[in-house]
């Protein structure tokens, strides 16, 4: 009850301040051509909106006198004088291409183009214009859609379906709006609040809700690390004419002020720069509008071409204000042609608003409760642009596919269709069959996970299945039964675990295993199981050492706000060790003497005796300045500027339930990612730990150094490249660890020939570890990434303790070795 009074309240407020008489009308240009995202403006009042696609608009205003301004980035504004009286007033616009009067120029063969001293001026007022409101407050409406030309029938054997009951190629597969108040204030707070947002065909999602805007006024502007992570050079930066060409194009007269016309030329291909225009007011030397252009040549990644209009409007005597903000990106990827329009529509300025001392916290945006459950009729009487007629038949459509959607029925067809086992799924990528009517779903894993081979067990299966149940957007749980079988050493394993998710404002996760399990020495697994098969069998080299443990494990990590989480855990192992029984080998034979026992033959002579072990361990994280998304449910972390800090400490307890070790070991991390916009991104991880109490330490407990002598690189910022797996290992009571690199992302690379077109990027760094004087380790490394979008190539030199030690090549693929 008390929910649907507040969605009829909502309903009556909207009503109530968006009572007015509406005027509508269509814009076209001289033409008969109509110009869609126009902006109008009522003179002398923050009031606006602009027209659709079709240049079609709809603005309400109380009864009394208004003159409307309309305005459209290449054209000449247009007023029209109104007066309303309760009966709505058709007003079409017809707007001309803006005539340019060129100014006079001398000829001559040193003679520079006027537009660089314009351009120069701009410069000089470009941080008088960023700074010149301490904080604001304003109105955003916020229309996003994402339309498909074409895509492919399969990917990666996965057959491409949408669900929609459209066959066709041509479909609009994105409409959402929102409603929202932007609240910023210097040097860099921000705020949105959410009061109404939609999805089509998804009435409990959220729509896109970022109003912020993107301001020339910036030397570097930020558009998506997706898109390129240094960020892309504002055509009035204080560095610009090193990246620009200009020409002037002419100039024109609106409201008594001269707009000059610039054409912005990039000097090089394959800069992170813009090409387009941007109109600048004379004298003023502010921003008028821009209609700016991205390309692959500007080292923009995934998106083909972003197209930028803006329109500045005066909302005080000398202050200017962004009033409309439109994004049209374009994506051709894998077979998909997509292409969209982002809008944004800005209104309402106040630029003397007052905030509480708590206003500006750790949430920077947030959904108001109900903000995605307003009707139709709601958003009939609050939406500043016209739908569309296809946008009106999506959201139609759509929703009424959702209420079908919600039938078992239906939910099980498309669930037999998309259960169908694939070759790939099966080989490759593993399979996942679905029951939506029941929010479940069975997952494998594929066959190069499963069977492997290693010098302990021989050839071995090592099967599990994962069934998973959704209750809510934050509760679910799920188990996963493991099977394993040797069939050298002919050892059965199997064990089972439980994962339980729950919370509302933060994610807490409790996690319960146990059974008898094969582990290898190093339990965070450094060998890829599937990469030792293939080393092992081909060249000799059976690096991954194992143990069997019957065990019971339980860890439960929360999220509790402001940046903290916490982890703690208890694990028993009642560790077996193991002997090599198989030396199959299809290499060449004098590499069959690499083969070495099953346990570290450079830090011990022979393996652990059984024994039995109970650690306790306990985790802090903490990220100062983290940022949340606050859904009416629960938040999502947006991560932080800042580093993330971590502290652990883990326990041996001796003598209860026959534990044998005896150790208190710790551990304490910085890590962070640092942008350093056109320079690139400098990544590092530093560490230091140690044992405090090392009495009883077994080889499993050891501090290890997480090593690596395969090809494959594994995980970057947390490992190193060259160093053997447990040779260094330790039970000191001091180590420190240095993990660093820099990812260039373009710089230097877009300077060289068919290397800038193909993306390619450096990068360099090195890794150390330091335990005392005759145990250290580091190494360096220089290679490239972003080969074919995944793949990263490093050459690497290591050196120890007795000089050089070894150098080769490390091949790492995106998002699985954690570049």
Request: include cysteine; charge should be positive.
């Amino acid at each position: 009850m008390k929910k649907n009074l507040w969605l009829t309240l909502s309903f009556l407020f909207a009503c109530l301040f968006s009572f007015g008489t509406p005027v509508t009308g269509i814009i076209k240009n001289n033409k008969g051509e109509v110009l869609p995202f126009a902006s109008i403006v009522v003179k002398g009042l923050s009031a606006g909106t602009t027209a659709n696609n079709e240049g079609r608009y709809i603005l309400n205003l109380p009864n009394g006198k208004y003159t409307l301004q309309c305005m459209h980035v290449g054209y000449t504004m247009a007023q029209k004088e109104i007066t309303l009286s309760s009966v709505q007033v058709n007003v079409d616009f017809v707007l001309s291409q803006q005539e340019l009067t060129l100014k006079e120029v001398v000829i001559g063969g040193n003679a520079e183009d006027p537009a660089y001293e314009i351009i120069r001026q701009a410069i000089k007022k470009r941080p008088v214009y960023k700074n010149q409101v301490d904080a604001f407050e304003c109105q955003v409406y916020i229309k996003g859609q994402l339309r498909l030309k074409d895509f492919p029938n399969t990917i990666f054997g996965q057959k491409v379906a949408f669900d929609d009951g459209d066959t066709g190629k041509n479909k609009m597969i994105y409409l959402s709006e929102t409603i929202a108040k932007y609240y910023f204030q210097k040097p860099d707070k921000e705020k949105v609040v959410v009061s109404s947002t939609r999805v089509s065909g998804s009435a409990e999602s959220f729509g896109f809700s970022n109003p912020k805007f993107l301001t020339f006024y910036d030397n570097n502007i930020q558009i998506s690390n997706v898109l390129n992570p240094r960020g892309f050079i504002s055509p009035i930066a204080d560095n610009a004419l090193n990246f620009y060409r200009y020409k002037y194009l002419g100039s024109f007269t609106e409201n008594g002020r001269l707009i000059n016309k610039i054409k912005v030329i990039p000097r090089r291909t394959y800069e992170p720069v813009f090409s387009g225009e941007i109109n600048i007011v004379e004298n003023e030397w502010r921003i008028h509008s821009v209609n700016l252009l991205l390309t692959r040549s500007s080292q923009m990644e995934l998106a083909d071409s972003l197209h930028i209009e803006h329109l500045y409007v005066p909302v005080s005597k000398d202050v200017w204000m962004i009033h409309s903000q439109v994004l049209y990106p374009s994506v051709k990827m894998l077979g998909f042609d997509a292409f969209g329009s982002f809008v944004s529509i800005y209104t309402n300025y106040n630029l003397q608003p007052k905030f509480d001392k708590k206003f500006f916290n750790n949430i920077v945006v947030k959904y108001d409760s109900g903000s995605n459950k307003l009707p139709r009729q709601y958003w009939d009487t609050v939406r500043p642009v016209p739908l569309l007629n296809d946008e009106l038949l999506d959201y139609v459509k759509k929703d009424s596919m959702e209420i079908v959607r919600r039938d078992p029925r239906y939910l099980d067809s498309v669930d037999r269709r998309r259960n169908r086992i694939t070759v790939g799924g099966l080989l490759v990528f593993g399979q996942m069959f679905t029951r939506q009517s029941k929010k479940t779903s069975l997952s494998y894993p594929p066959l190069i996970n499963v069977a492997n081979f290693n010098t302990v067990e021989g050839f071995n299966l090592n099967m599990n299945i994962t069934y998973s149940r959704k209750f809510t957007e934050t509760k679910s749980v799920s188990f996963t039964p493991t099977v394993r079988y040797g069939f050298t050493n002919h050892h059965f394993n199997t064990d089972l675990s439980g994962k339980y998710t729950f919370g509302t404002k933060h994610i807490n996760v409790v996690s319960i295993s146990g059974g008898k399990r094969v582990f290898q020495l190093n339990n965070e697994e450094p060998v890829n199981p599937f990469v030792n098969t293939y080393n092992t069998l081909l060249f000799g080299d059976n690096y991954m050492k194992i143990y069997e443990a019957w065990f019971t494990r339980m860890d439960y990590t929360r999220g509790i706000g402001d940046g903290f989480t916490i982890k703690a855990s208890v694990n028993y192992q009642d560790r077996i060790p193991l002997e090599n029984t198989d030396n199959t080998y299809w290499g060449k034979s004098k590499n069959l003497s690499r083969r070495t026992p099953n346990y570290p033959v450079e830090l011990v002579t022979s393996n652990f005796p059984r024994h039995q072990a109970l650690v306790t361990s306990f985790t802090l994280s903490y990220r100062p300045g983290t940022k949340y998304v606050q859904l009416p449910e629960r938040k999502i972390n947006l991560g932080s500027k800042y580093p993330l800090f971590s502290i652990s400490y883990a326990k041996g307890l001796d003598g209860v339930a026959g534990s044998d070790v005896d150790f208190d070991r710790w551990k304490f991390s910085i890590k962070d990612d640092i942008n350093a916009k056109l320079a690139g991104v400098f990544s590092y991880h530093i560490a230091a730990g140690g044992f405090l109490n090392n009495r009883k330490v077994e080889l499993p407990d050891y501090q290890h150094f997480n090593g690596n002598q395969l090809l494959t690189a594994t995980e970057y910022l947390n490992s190193f490249q060259l160093s053997p797996y447990y040779a260094r290992s330790t039970t000191a009571r001091l180590y420190g660890t240095l993990n660093i690199e820099h990812h260039f992302n373009g710089f230097l690379t877009n300077k060289i020939p068919l290397i800038k077109k193909l993306n390619i990027y450096l990068v360099a760094g090195a890794n150390a570890f330091l335990v005392d004087k005759n145990n250290y380790y580091y190494e360096v490394f220089a290679g490239i990434e972003n080969v074919l979008k995944i793949i990263r190539i490093d050459y690497i030199r290591g050196y120890g303790d007795s000089g050089f030690y070894n150098h080769g090549i490390r091949l790492g693929f995106r998002g699985i070795t954690g570049n």
